[in-house]
């Protein structure tokens, strides 16, 4: 176990470097203070495009920027690639383990935990094994893999009843996540595949979109609700409401009727879950260390300043803090990481803490259902179809880290719409020791 030695300055932590940490990171750029930005990768990634990787239609690369690049103008700032496993708030140590196992002790002055999110099962994690998530990177690579090798296994058998259950897409959770994972599946089905195949017509894949609510994406108002079922009915997405899936293994799903507790199945060779999210193992941790208690999905309730309470010292941002019932998503944790790394500046400059408590703003909601169809909602105004897609076009833009990945991003849409075609569709096994094995 090896100490990570200070330059003598105050020195700031940043656990993660997601929105929130990045964030906090940036606003530090001129502050007289050190700053370690820990994270267990090397990139920023922008997850609300981890769909469009999964389907073909960005690559890994268009939706992350590595970190240090990103902070390359930050002389005070060290990057390390690590994962923090523990804290202790009484000597003001975090300790977190390196690339190859290894310990690392950082000292800190001022904390700020931005770990992020992973998705939750619920406590069935057998399901992991068979229905892969949507918060990485290797899970966008994963589900790429499975959907792009369904429709080549359709493609080699004899008959249609062997070939319904790969062409046979089920995702888990009808919040933003899977609902631009289902749209996205029909398009690359209806666009970019109808043609390229000789046994089968991709179009006629079945995408089946389970949620336990009584309605997609309830976190947008009622009429832009209706306004996505309208559209994922329009292109084929087949939605179940009012149902939990209660069951997946390697040749289907489960589901039960919330109301009637009517089970029935469906054969799929293909699950995907976006039905929930916890927060990492570190946050858990972290709580029992500071003596608090976590609440809805393992996230810490904090001051109003983000500090937790009894730590003035230690701001928890983005997806783990519960506030004012913010929700998790990028602009909270965008702005969650501005305000912690404000507060640190002003208490170095001035010499007292700084309370100021955290405000924020709300610049829209938005979600993406099919091309030339989405959704944004920023208080009052609601817009859905042409003028909802061109807002959420212009806000995804906005928000990716990088002048490069902007452009190259726009450009791949561009061609999309005009071409209908997706040429990122490689597809990996994960490690080379896979990838050398035979199929069985």
């Known amino acids: 176990m090896s100490m990570h030695i200070s330059n003598g300055k105050p020195r700031v932590v940043i656990v993660g470097g997601g929105f929130g940490g990045l964030y906090a990171a940036r606003r530090l750029k001129n502050t007289d203070v050190e700053v370690v930005l820990i994270d267990r990768g090397t990139s920023h990634v922008f997850q609300p495009l981890l769909y469009q990787c999964a389907t073909g239609l960005l690559s890994e690369g268009q939706i992350a920027s590595p970190i240090r690049h990103l902070l390359e103008g930050n002389k005070n700032t060290n990057v390390i690639l690590g994962e923090a496993k523990s804290v202790d708030a009484e000597a003001a140590i975090l300790t977190a383990s390196r690339f190859d196992g290894s310990s690392i002790e950082l000292k800190y002055d001022y904390l700020v935990v931005a770990a992020g999110m992973r998705q939750s099962y619920h406590g069935q994690e057998d399901f992991a094994k068979w229905a892969v998530g949507m918060k990485t990177l290797d899970d966008a690579l994963a589900i790429r893999r499975k959907l792009i090798a369904a429709f080549e296994m359709a493609e080699s058998l004899p008959t249609p009843q062997e070939r319904a259950p790969w062409l046979t897409f089920a995702v888990a959770g009808g919040g933003p996540t899977g609902v631009e994972l289902a749209g996205q599946i029909r398009e690359l089905a209806m666009y970019a595949l109808t043609h390229e195949?000789?046994?089968?017509?991709?179009?006629?894949?079945?995408?089946?979109?389970?949620?336990?609510?009584?309605?997609?994406?309830?976190?947008f108002s009622a009429k832009l609700s209706r306004a996505a079922k309208r559209t994922l009915d329009g292109i084929g997405v087949e939605t179940h409401l009012g149902v939990h899936?209660?069951?997946?293994?390697?040749?289907?799903?489960?589901?039960?009727?919330?109301?009637?507790?009517?089970?029935?199945?469906?054969?799929?060779?293909?699950?995907?879950?976006?039905?929930?999210?916890?927060?990492?193992?570190?946050?858990?941790?972290?709580?029992?260390?500071?003596?608090?208690?976590?609440?809805?999905?393992?996230?810490?309730?904090?001051?109003?300043?983000?500090?937790?309470?009894?730590?003035?010292?230690?701001?928890?941002?983005?997806?783990?803090?519960?506030?004012?019932?913010?929700?998790?998503?990028?602009?909270?944790?965008?702005?969650?990481?501005?305000?912690?790394?404000?507060?640190?500046?002003?208490?170095?400059?001035?010499?007292?803490?700084?309370?100021?408590?955290?405000?924020y703003r709300d610049l829209g909601t938005a979600a993406y259902i099919s091309r030339r169809h989405a959704?944004?909602?920023?208080?009052?105004?609601q817009l859905s179809g042409f003028l909802g897609w061109v807002a959420w076009g212009l806000i995804h833009i906005a928000f990716l880290a990088g002048f490069r990945n902007r452009v190259s991003t726009v450009l791949n849409w561009g061609a999309t719409l005009a071409s209908r075609t997706r040429r990122e569709r490689a597809i990996t096994y994960g490690d080379p020791e896979t990838a050398r094995q035979p199929y069985l």
């Open 245 to 359: 899936v209660t069951g997946v293994d390697e040749t289907g799903v489960e589901t039960t009727d919330k109301k009637t507790k009517e089970k029935r199945r469906y054969e799929t060779r293909t699950v995907l879950w976006t039905a929930g999210v916890e927060a990492v193992p570190f946050v858990t941790q972290l709580a029992g260390a500071l003596g608090v208690e976590q609440v809805g999905g393992g996230r810490i309730a904090v001051e109003a300043d983000l500090t937790v309470p009894g730590h003035p010292n230690i701001w928890v941002v983005g997806d783990i803090m519960s506030r004012d019932k913010l929700a998790g998503v990028a602009e909270v944790a965008m702005q969650g990481g501005r305000h912690a790394g404000d507060r640190i500046a002003a208490t170095v400059r001035d010499g007292v803490p700084s309370r100021a408590p955290f405000k």
């Open 375 to 381: 959704l944004l909602q920023a208080g009052p105004i």
């Open 197 to 219: 195949f000789r046994a089968i017509d991709p179009d006629e894949a079945r995408v089946l979109l389970f949620h336990g609510d009584d309605r997609v994406l309830p976190s």
